[in-house]
């Protein structure tokens, strides 16, 4: 019987993301026993946290569907967010912004760490804290930082106009 190819797809992804530490067996551990894995920030890839009241009022609103829609149309790229925390975390190449981020936004590279949903949580779910909004589709795929950087303005804006409607 052969594995299908979303399975190996997702698979490679794992193990892309399990990389960001010393020992990336570390991270597969983390996923089987509990689901969430503590990633090294920095080196294969960084984080920029939003604030859910940003991307919230970016997408004019709070149902799960069209948050999550908003931002894999307006980044391409895999986003994981933690109900929990109230925040979203873009994952983006380890290269600093060269503009100020404002309140709402902040990087995380070198030096921190990410929980890291299992490649398989897909939905909110309440059993646990993070899943992911928008899916990594391939190893190394992260958003690129000047649509992040466009994501937060237009919600910075929309915020100064009034918030969420």
Not at 8 to 21: D, F, I, N, Q, T
Not at 40 to 46: H, M, P, Q, T, Y
Request: proline share 8%; with cysteine; charged share 20%.
């Amino acid at each position: 019987m052969s594995i299908a190819p979303e399975a190996v797809r997702r698979e490679a992804v794992a193990a892309w993301l399990a990389g960001s530490l010393n020992r990336p067996r570390d991270a597969q551990q983390e996923w089987a026993a509990c689901g969430i894995a503590l990633l090294a920030l920095g080196r294969r890839f960084s984080a920029l946290r939003l604030a859910e009241e940003l991307v919230c009022a970016t997408a004019r609103g709070t149902d799960t569907t069209t948050v999550n829609n908003l931002l894999r149309d307006a980044l391409h790229g895999p986003v994981i967010h933690d109900p929990r925390g109230r925040r979203f975390y873009v994952l983006v190449p380890s290269s600093p912004p060269v503009q100020s981020l404002g309140p709402y936004a902040t990087y995380l590279g070198l030096g921190n760490y990410l929980g890291v949903p299992h490649i398989e949580w897909r939905r909110p779910d309440e059993r646990h804290g993070g899943y992911w909004a928008v899916p990594m589709e391939t190893p190394g795929a992260l958003c690129d930082p000047d649509r992040v950087l466009g994501l937060i303005e237009a919600g910075s804006a929309a915020l100064d106009e009034g918030g969420v409607s």
